[in-house]
């Protein structure tokens, strides 16, 4: 199992271009992600073909549906042995125990992660879907829900770690997409922070996808996050 927190988002619309990428990569060095164009594309073979390259997986699919859709749902993907998958927090508590139920607390069970607020959400976009109150303090809000309902941690932006560090304890696992080496694009991101400035902020994994995707030299790339890292 590797230490790194780094996380590469495989957001391809094919497994043949998903393991082209991928067979650039060192599973000692990284794990991957796969999200729900590539599965509902692939379905599980996804899934079986990084395994069988070493990696371990985030599968990425956000959950969010009545309790027990979401519980089978959930049992199936852990079926797969993945390491890690999601439920949107914003499903409530009943939601969320029910796939914490579902995954179970074995230590070969994946974890169990909550979405917050999605990192391409900006203010406007939190006003115009009805949401009241500042962003900072609904994902606080979601995240308590999550770890009172038993997940292991949520998905949020690095820009809140430090606070859902400071109220939830360093061990509540912090997900973060979102992240931009310096000088790079933001894409559709908004909320977005350096890998160090996350790492310092309080993320315990970090998402990324096109600054190592998307360059010439994957490995290259995800090498110098590494060193950014210290």
Known sequence: ?????????????????????????????CRVKVGKELFTREGPAVIHSLHNRGFEVFLDLKFHDIPNTVAKACAA???LGIWMLNVHTLGGSAM????R???GTATDAPL????????SMDQATFN????????PGTVQKLALLAKDSGLDGVVCSAQEASLLQKALGKEFCLVTPGIRPKDSVADDQHRTMTPIDAVQA???YLVIGRPITGALNPMQALAEIEASLG
């Open 128 to 135: 115009e879907v009805g949401l009241s109150g500042d962003m």
């Open 96 to 99: 969320m125990y029910a796939a």
């Open 77 to 79: 993907a852990a079926d």
């Open 202 to 204: 309080g993320s315990h």
């Open 1 to 29: 199992m590797t230490e790194s927190p780094i996380i590469v988002a495989l957001d391809f619309a094919s497994l043949s271009t998903a393991l082209h990428l991928a067979d650039q990569l060192d599973p000692d060095r």
């Open 112 to 119: 169990l992660i909550g979405v917050t607020l999605l990192t």
């Open 101 to 103: 139920q579902a995954v």
